[in-house]
């Protein structure tokens, strides 16, 4: 009996670690999103003045045209970085995945964007934007397409196009090591029959390679797209949710909400819907790539 939950029993710590953790600021998160919290002395230290008011703080954030614009921005935000993380990361994989000289070491280059801390790499990404001596807005000007040294961080859509490609150059890297990984468990035999009766590359990358990684490409498409849509420090560092609200993400907007304006119910309640819609994701993967497999 003593063998039989000795296993469980070595597990209870790291129950509780995750338990303090993640589930108890989440339920907690859960509670206040029906109260009204505000940043209010009063109600802040005395519990007993918390009120509980239902949905009310879901209707207001449904009701709140900031949302619906944050929102919006956010899914932009998501598919593009993860679309092209996605493609660049599979593309990357099938080179790496093939013999060359120094193959190690390119796959160690590979790892180094990733490897970057995402507050490092906004720092960087903002200098190579930097309207006086940024390395991308010189090359810019340089190769004619603006008119001199310009803030490419001050206009609303190029902000938005340059925080998507910070989080493209750093991200990519993570998809294209789950990919490779996945690439060099599949069976060889495979593509040798498929050689042999006369399939091109293509037909093989879409028939055979595809198919088989499809378990691995759900795994990346939701981890990122979970981090994608839930993108914070990369818009606060590069942009702080500017110019007028132009990278105004929906992490961002409940950061504001809650510890810049002390509205805390108002982000719990878009804390919450996030995470529904991060699911609402992870289930459109999920039945894109097995509605075939019963």
């Not at 060359?100 to 934007?129: D, E, S």
């Not at 990519?172 to 495979?190: G, N």
């Not at 037909?203 to 498409?221: E, K």
């Not at 110019?243 to 982000?267: E, I, R």
Request: net charge positive; proline share 4%; glycine share 6%.
């Amino acid at each position: 009996m003593i063998k039989k939950i000795r296993p469980y029993v070595y597990l209870v710590p790291a129950f509780l670690v995750i338990l303090c953790v993640t589930l108890a600021p989440i339920l907690y998160s859960i509670f206040i999103s029906f109260i009204d919290l505000t940043k209010n002395v009063h109600k802040l230290d005395n519990p007993n003045l918390w009120s509980f008011i239902g949905f009310t703080n879901y209707i207001n954030v449904l009701k709140d045209s900031v949302f619906w614009n944050s929102l919006v921005k956010t899914i932009i935000f998501t598919v593009v970085t993860v679309g092209f993380e996605f493609i660049l990361g599979l593309a990357i994989a099938l080179i790496l995945n093939e013999k060359f000289r120094a193959r190690g070491l390119v796959r160690g280059l590979m790892l180094i964007p990733w490897a970057l801390p995402t507050i490092v790499n906004a720092v960087l990404w903002k200098w190579f934007y930097d309207a006086d001596h940024g390395t991308i807005t010189g090359l810019l000007a340089h190769l004619g397409f603006t008119d001199g040294y310009s803030n490419i961080l001050s206009h609303t859509t190029s902000a938005l196009i340059a925080i998507m490609t910070a989080d493209i150059w750093k991200n990519t890297a993570f998809v294209a090591l789950i990919l490779l990984a996945a690439l060099q468990s599949l069976p060889k035999d495979i593509y040798e029959a498929a050689k042999v009766d006369g399939a091109k590359p293509f037909q093989r990358l879409f028939s055979i390679t595809i198919p088989l990684l499809a378990p691995a490409i759900l795994v990346a498409l939701i981890i990122r797209t979970m981090e994608a849509f839930k993108a914070f420090d990369i818009v606060y560092i590069m942009t702080g949710g500017g110019p007028g609200g132009g990278t105004q993400l929906l992490s961002f907007l409940a950061y504001q909400q809650s510890m810049v304006f002390g509205n805390f119910s108002y982000g719990a309640a878009l804390a919450q819907i996030m995470s529904i819609f991060t699911m609402i994701f992870a289930v459109i993967y999920i039945r894109i790539f097995y509605k075939d497999r019963g």
